[in-house]
Protein backbone atom coordinates (compact mmCIF):
# COMPACT_ATOMS: atom_id res chain seq x y z
CA UNK A 1 0.00 0.00 0.00
CA UNK A 2 0.92 3.35 -0.94
CA UNK A 3 2.40 6.08 1.48
CA UNK A 4 -0.23 8.64 2.89
CA UNK A 5 0.99 10.46 5.69
CA UNK A 6 -1.15 13.28 7.67
CA UNK A 7 -0.12 16.20 9.72
CA UNK A 8 -0.79 14.68 13.20
CA UNK A 9 -3.43 15.57 16.14
CA UNK A 10 -5.08 16.20 17.39
CA UNK A 11 -6.03 19.91 16.56
CA UNK A 12 -8.61 21.71 18.18
CA UNK A 13 -9.53 25.09 16.78
CA UNK A 14 -12.03 27.65 18.42
CA UNK A 15 -15.46 27.71 16.50
CA UNK A 16 -15.75 30.30 13.36
CA UNK A 17 -11.90 29.61 13.03
CA UNK A 18 -10.50 27.74 10.01
CA UNK A 19 -9.20 23.86 10.60
CA UNK A 20 -5.96 23.37 7.95
CA UNK A 21 -5.23 19.45 7.30
CA UNK A 22 -2.84 18.51 5.68
CA UNK A 23 -1.71 15.56 3.26
CA UNK A 24 1.26 13.82 1.35
CA UNK A 25 1.30 10.71 -0.64
CA UNK A 26 4.30 8.85 -2.45
CA UNK A 27 2.64 7.96 -5.50
CA UNK A 28 3.81 10.50 -8.17
CA UNK A 29 0.96 9.31 -10.97
CA UNK A 30 -1.93 9.48 -8.40
CA UNK A 31 -4.86 10.86 -9.60
CA UNK A 32 -8.11 10.68 -7.63
CA UNK A 33 -7.48 12.55 -4.20
CA UNK A 34 -10.17 12.49 -1.37
CA UNK A 35 -10.92 13.58 2.06
CA UNK A 36 -13.54 11.28 4.30
CA UNK A 37 -14.94 12.45 7.74
CA UNK A 38 -15.40 9.93 10.11
CA UNK A 39 -17.53 10.43 13.46
CA UNK A 40 -16.42 8.75 16.40
CA UNK A 41 -18.07 5.43 16.41
CA UNK A 42 -19.15 5.65 12.96
CA UNK A 43 -17.93 5.11 9.32
CA UNK A 44 -16.43 7.17 6.62
CA UNK A 45 -18.17 9.34 4.60
CA UNK A 46 -16.73 11.18 1.79
CA UNK A 47 -16.89 15.04 1.92
CA UNK A 48 -14.32 15.79 -1.16
CA UNK A 49 -12.99 14.46 -4.10
CA UNK A 50 -10.40 16.51 -5.92
CA UNK A 51 -8.78 15.37 -9.65
CA UNK A 52 -6.61 18.30 -10.60
CA UNK A 53 -4.06 20.87 -9.36
CA UNK A 54 -5.90 23.82 -7.60
CA UNK A 55 -8.62 24.62 -5.11
CA UNK A 56 -12.05 22.83 -5.19
CA UNK A 57 -14.85 24.93 -3.26
CA UNK A 58 -17.99 23.07 -1.83
CA UNK A 59 -19.80 24.90 0.93
CA UNK A 60 -17.39 25.74 3.74
CA UNK A 61 -14.92 23.17 2.76
CA UNK A 62 -11.95 23.88 0.53
CA UNK A 63 -10.01 21.11 -1.02
CA UNK A 64 -6.27 21.89 -2.44
CA UNK A 65 -3.90 19.81 -4.51
CA UNK A 66 -1.05 20.39 -5.72
CA UNK A 67 0.44 17.28 -8.04
CA UNK A 68 4.00 18.48 -7.85
CA UNK A 69 4.59 18.76 -4.39
CA UNK A 70 2.50 15.70 -3.89
CA UNK A 71 0.36 17.61 -1.42
CA UNK A 72 -3.22 18.04 -0.91
CA UNK A 73 -4.64 19.87 1.59
CA UNK A 74 -8.33 20.42 3.52
CA UNK A 75 -9.23 23.77 4.54
CA UNK A 76 -12.52 23.72 6.66
CA UNK A 77 -13.79 27.58 7.17
CA UNK A 78 -16.17 28.86 9.74
CA UNK A 79 -15.51 25.46 11.83
CA UNK A 80 -18.42 24.35 13.92
CA UNK A 81 -18.55 22.03 16.64
CA UNK A 82 -20.20 19.42 14.35
CA UNK A 83 -16.63 19.25 12.18
CA UNK A 84 -15.28 17.82 15.03
CA UNK A 85 -14.23 14.38 13.59
CA UNK A 86 -11.45 12.95 12.35
CA UNK A 87 -10.55 13.26 8.71
CA UNK A 88 -8.66 11.07 6.29
CA UNK A 89 -6.70 11.88 2.99
CA UNK A 90 -7.15 8.16 0.94
CA UNK A 91 -4.93 8.56 -2.82
CA UNK A 92 -6.11 6.23 -5.37
CA UNK A 93 -3.20 3.75 -6.09
CA UNK A 94 -2.22 4.32 -9.65
CA UNK A 95 -1.28 0.24 -10.03
CA UNK A 96 -4.22 -1.45 -8.53
CA UNK A 97 -8.14 -0.60 -8.23
CA UNK A 98 -7.76 1.01 -4.29
CA UNK A 99 -7.22 3.52 -1.89
CA UNK A 100 -4.84 4.08 0.35
CA UNK A 101 -5.60 6.00 3.42
CA UNK A 102 -3.48 7.83 5.68
CA UNK A 103 -3.90 7.71 9.52
CA UNK A 104 -6.32 10.52 9.90
CA UNK A 105 -6.37 13.72 11.38
CA UNK A 106 -8.67 14.32 14.89
CA UNK A 107 -10.39 18.03 14.54
CA UNK A 108 -11.92 19.33 17.85
CA UNK A 109 -14.29 22.47 17.29
CA UNK A 110 -14.82 24.49 20.56
CA UNK A 111 -17.51 26.40 21.34
CA UNK B 1 -32.99 1.47 3.42
CA UNK B 2 -29.43 0.62 4.78
CA UNK B 3 -27.14 0.89 1.49
CA UNK B 4 -24.29 -1.05 2.77
CA UNK B 5 -25.46 -3.32 6.04
CA UNK B 6 -22.63 -5.49 8.28
CA UNK B 7 -23.78 -7.85 10.91
CA UNK B 8 -22.85 -8.10 13.47
CA UNK B 9 -22.00 -5.15 14.67
CA UNK B 10 -20.35 -5.69 17.73
CA UNK B 11 -18.63 -9.32 18.57
CA UNK B 12 -16.51 -10.39 21.68
CA UNK B 13 -14.41 -13.51 21.30
CA UNK B 14 -11.70 -15.83 23.01
CA UNK B 15 -8.38 -16.23 21.39
CA UNK B 16 -8.48 -18.86 19.32
CA UNK B 17 -11.95 -19.24 18.41
CA UNK B 18 -13.37 -18.57 14.45
CA UNK B 19 -15.87 -15.55 14.04
CA UNK B 20 -17.41 -14.44 10.82
CA UNK B 21 -18.73 -11.05 9.37
CA UNK B 22 -20.99 -10.45 7.20
CA UNK B 23 -22.05 -8.01 4.19
CA UNK B 24 -24.76 -7.22 1.84
CA UNK B 25 -24.91 -4.42 -0.41
CA UNK B 26 -28.29 -3.13 -2.19
CA UNK B 27 -26.86 -0.64 -4.46
CA UNK B 28 -26.19 -2.90 -7.15
CA UNK B 29 -22.26 -2.20 -6.89
CA UNK B 30 -20.09 -4.72 -8.75
CA UNK B 31 -17.25 -3.83 -6.11
CA UNK B 32 -17.24 -5.30 -2.71
CA UNK B 33 -13.80 -4.55 -0.04
CA UNK B 34 -12.94 -5.50 3.71
CA UNK B 35 -11.11 -2.23 5.54
CA UNK B 36 -9.22 -2.60 8.98
CA UNK B 37 -9.13 -0.37 11.13
CA UNK B 38 -7.19 -0.27 14.01
CA UNK B 39 -7.07 1.43 17.31
CA UNK B 40 -5.22 4.52 15.48
CA UNK B 41 -8.06 5.02 13.46
CA UNK B 42 -5.12 3.44 10.09
CA UNK B 43 -7.77 2.42 7.54
CA UNK B 44 -6.48 -0.20 5.66
CA UNK B 45 -7.53 -2.55 2.70
CA UNK B 46 -7.50 -6.13 2.95
CA UNK B 47 -9.55 -7.60 0.27
CA UNK B 48 -11.85 -6.36 -2.89
CA UNK B 49 -14.29 -8.26 -4.59
CA UNK B 50 -15.54 -7.77 -7.99
CA UNK B 51 -18.88 -9.39 -9.34
CA UNK B 52 -17.69 -12.53 -6.81
CA UNK B 53 -13.99 -12.29 -8.31
CA UNK B 54 -11.08 -11.59 -5.97
CA UNK B 55 -9.53 -8.93 -7.44
CA UNK B 56 -6.96 -7.39 -4.49
CA UNK B 57 -5.96 -9.61 -1.65
CA UNK B 58 -3.47 -7.66 0.10
CA UNK B 59 -0.56 -8.90 2.85
CA UNK B 60 -3.70 -10.69 5.08
CA UNK B 61 -2.56 -13.68 7.29
CA UNK B 62 -4.24 -16.83 5.40
CA UNK B 63 -6.43 -17.22 9.13
CA UNK B 64 -8.47 -14.77 6.82
CA UNK B 65 -10.68 -16.13 3.85
CA UNK B 66 -13.33 -13.67 2.63
CA UNK B 67 -16.34 -15.54 0.40
CA UNK B 68 -18.65 -13.63 -1.78
CA UNK B 69 -21.70 -15.71 -2.70
CA UNK B 70 -23.14 -13.11 -5.28
CA UNK B 71 -21.89 -9.44 -5.79
CA UNK B 72 -24.20 -8.02 -3.52
CA UNK B 73 -22.50 -10.41 -0.60
CA UNK B 74 -18.78 -10.33 0.58
CA UNK B 75 -18.56 -12.18 3.99
CA UNK B 76 -15.47 -12.51 6.11
CA UNK B 77 -14.01 -15.45 7.91
CA UNK B 78 -11.27 -15.40 10.61
CA UNK B 79 -10.20 -18.72 11.86
CA UNK B 80 -7.77 -19.23 14.90
CA UNK B 81 -8.39 -15.54 16.48
CA UNK B 82 -5.58 -13.56 17.90
CA UNK B 83 -5.44 -10.85 20.54
CA UNK B 84 -3.75 -8.40 16.90
CA UNK B 85 -6.98 -9.06 15.52
CA UNK B 86 -9.03 -6.62 17.42
CA UNK B 87 -10.10 -3.87 15.20
CA UNK B 88 -13.07 -2.58 13.96
CA UNK B 89 -14.14 -4.13 10.47
CA UNK B 90 -15.43 -2.30 7.44
CA UNK B 91 -17.14 -3.72 4.65
CA UNK B 92 -17.22 -0.61 1.21
CA UNK B 93 -18.80 -1.29 -2.38
CA UNK B 94 -18.12 0.80 -5.32
CA UNK B 95 -20.40 0.63 -8.44
CA UNK B 96 -16.96 -0.89 -10.26
CA UNK B 97 -13.39 -1.38 -10.01
CA UNK B 98 -11.54 1.17 -10.25
CA UNK B 99 -13.96 3.69 -8.58
CA UNK B 100 -12.74 5.12 -5.75
CA UNK B 101 -15.77 6.78 -3.53
CA UNK B 102 -16.23 4.26 -1.79
CA UNK B 103 -19.59 3.43 0.62
CA UNK B 104 -19.17 2.08 3.95
CA UNK B 105 -21.29 -0.14 5.86
CA UNK B 106 -21.32 0.76 9.63
CA UNK B 107 -18.48 -1.38 10.68
CA UNK B 108 -17.76 -4.84 13.08
CA UNK B 109 -16.10 -3.85 16.21
CA UNK B 110 -14.24 -6.98 17.02
CA UNK B 111 -12.47 -7.66 20.00
CA UNK B 112 -10.36 -10.63 21.02
CA UNK B 113 -9.87 -11.77 24.49
Known amino acids: QKEVEQNSGPLSVPEGAIASLNCTYSDRVSQSFFWYRQYSGKSPELIMSIYSNGDKEDGRFTAQLNKASQYVSLLIRDSQPSDSATYLCAVDDSNDYKLSFGAGTTVTVRA | DTAVSQTPKYLVTQMGNDKSIKCEQN?????MYWYKQDSKKFLKIMFSYNNKELIINETVPNRFSPKSPDKAHLNLHINSLELGDSAVYFC????????????FGAGSRLTVL
Open chain 2, 92 to 103: ASTPYSGANVLT
Open chain 2, 27 to 31: LGHDT
